[in-house]
C-alpha cells in the first residue's frame, strides 16, 4: 500500500513536499516514483529514485523539484519549489520492481494546485 499527503495549495513561486509511505512491500527492491495527471491529460513521469538513490526527472521539473527516499522508513519525498501554475495536478505515488516477480503498485493521488 502508497499512502500519499502533503498536496494542497501552493502559491506560484512557492513550494510544496509531498510525502509517500509505502507497507506490505520490500520498500528497498523497488524505484520510487512521483507522478502527475492534469485534468484532461495523460498521466507523465515526474521524477524516480532508485534503491540506492539514481535519481531521474522530467525536463519541466529538473532544477525545482527533488525526489529523495529513506530505505528505513519506507518512504518516499518530493519537495517542490519554485511552484508554477503548470505543476496543478494529481500527484501520483509509484513503486516499480523491474526484476522478476516483477510489480508495479500505485497510490491514491494527493492533488496539488499552484495559483498565480
Known amino acids: 500500500q502508497l499512502q500519499a499527503s502533503g498536496g494542497g495549495l501552493g502559491q506560484a513561486g512557492g513550494s510544496l513536499r509531498l510525502s509517500c509511505a509505502a507497507s506490505g512491500i520490500m520498500f528497498s527492491n523497488f524505484i520510487m516514483g512521483w507522478y502527475r495527471q492534469a485534468p484532461g491529460e495523460r498521466r507523465v513521469l515526474v521524477a524516480t529514485v532508485s534503491s540506492g538513490g539514481t535519481t531521474n526527472y522530467a525536463d519541466s521539473v529538473n532544477g525545482r523539484f527533488t525526489i529523495s527516499r529513506d530505505n528505513r522508513k519506507n518512504t518516499v519525498w518530493l519537495e517542490m519549489s519554485d511552484l508554477k501554475p503548470e505543476d496543478t495536478a494529481v500527484y501520483l505515488c509509484?513503486?516499480?520492481?523491474?526484476?522478476?516477480?516483477?510489480?508495479?503498485?500505485w497510490g491514491q493521488g494527493t492533488l496539488v494546485t499552484v495559483s498565480s
Open positions: 509509484n513503486a516499480r520492481r523491474t526484476v522478476t516477480p516483477v510489480f508495479n503498485y
